[in-house]
């Protein structure tokens, strides 16, 4: 990835990471953390997502988030490359190196550019990965950012079986 195409991708996950100090007391929770672009590893396959985070939902319970930011320049081909990393180190059980104090892998946010976009990666995600749809991953858009991370509709949910987009709200994010 060339230098102003990874400076595009930092500057949205930044925007994520704004709304959600912004709309949560994410920065007053001492265990909450946010990681910008960390490397997991499969052997001598690395992958590196655009974020990970672990966020306290009530007093005793926290939940692990990784982000990925896709642009329609690296889509299909350099998306699909990435994707197959992903979903390697997660299938695998690989991601419990990295998140060991969970019993289940961290959600992934796709943040796509716009509506018809996160569809397209959905697709893609359902159709080549073992990530679920109904839980391992959910997707927003550029401009569902702005709504706030906890307001339905800032992320979308992709039924495999109606190839459709619904609006979700994220508790962990009040």
Known sequence: MRGPEKIGKDLTTNLFYLQLVNGSNFVNV?????????VLQLGKQ??????EMKIMV???????YMGDVVR???FPSDFREHLSKLDSVLAT???KKYFYDVEKAPVIFFICEDDSHALEVAKMVSGISSIDAATGYRLTTD??????L?????FLAYDPETNVL????ITSFK
């Open 30 to 38: 001492q265990n909450n953390y946010f990681k910008l672009n960390p």
């Open 46 to 51: 690395r992958v590196v997502p655009s974020f």
């Open 58 to 64: 009530g007093d005793s319970d926290f939940r692990y």
């Open 72 to 74: 329609r320049y690296e």
């Open 93 to 95: 059980n690989a991601w």
């Open 143 to 148: 401009e569902r950012l702005k709504r706030g």
């Open 150 to 154: 906890g307001e339905k509709g800032a």
């Open 166 to 169: 619904t609006e979700k709200k």
